[in-house]
């Protein structure tokens, strides 16, 4: 297991604001002077309604947008641009239509090892399609496959570039229940196997209370802030169809809740004494009721 006390920035998002001209003339600001760390092999999760920039903050880690102010940091270096140290799974699975399943991942294992032989780049791809249980559909192409094996292969290609962050926009949303619970399972257990650090936006505080370490809670937009960093007091060895026995899980299902049914809408006009950007209220549900901000603040 990954030891998480390592290297508190990691990835470190560094006071970013990103504003968009208004039609009628001015502008727009969508979030403004967000700062948030994370430890390598840590597993994120962002919760907040649509619209107060989730999304955005995640084009910014990946390179394909740019924070107005502030910097993303990953690894002690600025993002400058797209990487192949950085994947992305998003909602839709993306694949290319024309090439097999182990093509799409073998066309992603080649663009990182360029130098690679053939032969390496599919055994390669092919151990990753092993772990996400697509051995045996690695022939077939995207098409024959449902949206579950689709959303599979996609995690395959991005963990077989092995990056230095996986980044996740609501990757589930769209399958059955029984099949994200599944998917849910084999992400978690590749992340916590391979050290992988992971970003995750979610609308399912249920999926954020299973993978997360830590959750990030959002206000409303526009000019969005980081009103809290909530700390999973489950324990790391959870499993998912049991974390609804644990003692501390109404505790921090009913925080999560609360905040978006409220305190996203309101946290703005009230902003707590002694709140700071840079630094925003660590807080850690618990049954015993201790859901005060811990005294200890965000790395
Ligand atoms: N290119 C753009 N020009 C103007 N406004 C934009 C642009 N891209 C995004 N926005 C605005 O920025 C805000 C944040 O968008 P973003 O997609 O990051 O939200 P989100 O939190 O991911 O929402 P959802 O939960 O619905 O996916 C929205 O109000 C959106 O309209
Ligand atoms: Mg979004």
């Known amino acids: 297991m990954q030891d998480l006390s390592a290297n508190p920035k990691f990835i470190s998002i560094e ?30 999760c962002v919760i907040g309604h649509s619209g107060c920039g989730k999304t955005t903050v995640l084009n910014i880690l990946n390179g394909l947008d740019a924070p107005d102010d502030g910097a993303a940091i990953v690894d002690g270096r600025a993002i400058e641009g797209p990487s192949l140290d950085r994947a992305v799974i998003f909602q839709g699975h993306s694949l290319l239509p024309w090439r097999t399943v182990l093509g799409n991942v073998a066309y992603a294992v080649a663009a990182r090892h360029r130098d690679w032989p053939r032969a390496k780049v599919q055994a390669h791809a092919m151990a990753f399609i092993e772990k996400v249980g ?55 257990r590749i992340c916590l196997e391979t050290g992988q650090t992971a970003f995750m936006i979610t609308h399912d505080v249920d ?23 909530v700390e999973n007091p489950l324990p790391r060895n959870r499993v998912r169809t049991e974390i609804h026995h644990h003692p501390d899980y ?20 009230a902003i707590p004494a002694g709140y ?16 005060a901000p811990s005294g200890s603040r965000a790395a």
């Open 15 to 44: 006071g970013i604001s990103r504003r968009y001209p208004k039609s009628g003339g001015g502008t727009t600001t969508i979030f403004e002077d967000l700062w948030f760390s994370m430890r390598k092999g840590e597993f994120a």
């Open 134 to 188: 697509l051995k045996g559909s690695e022939l077939k192409k995207p098409s024959e496959l449902s949206g579950g094996m689709k959303q599979r292969v996609g995690i395959a290609r991005a963990l077989s570039i092995e990056p230095k962050m996986m980044l996740m926009d609501e990757p589930f949303s769209a399958l059955d229940a029984l099949t994200r619970g599944t998917l849910q399972d084999e992400v978690r």
């Open 207 to 229: 999926e954020a209370i299973y993978l997360a370490d830590r959750i990030v809670l959002m206000t409303n937009g526009p000019q969005a802030m980081v009103a809290e960093i």
């Open 250 to 269: 109404y505790a921090i299902r009913n925080h999560l809740i609360d905040f978006l049914v409220f305190r996203s809408k309101t946290f703005k006009d």
């Open 276 to 291: 700071d950007r840079r630094h925003p209220p660590v807080v850690r549900p618990a049954a015993s009721g201790s859901t």
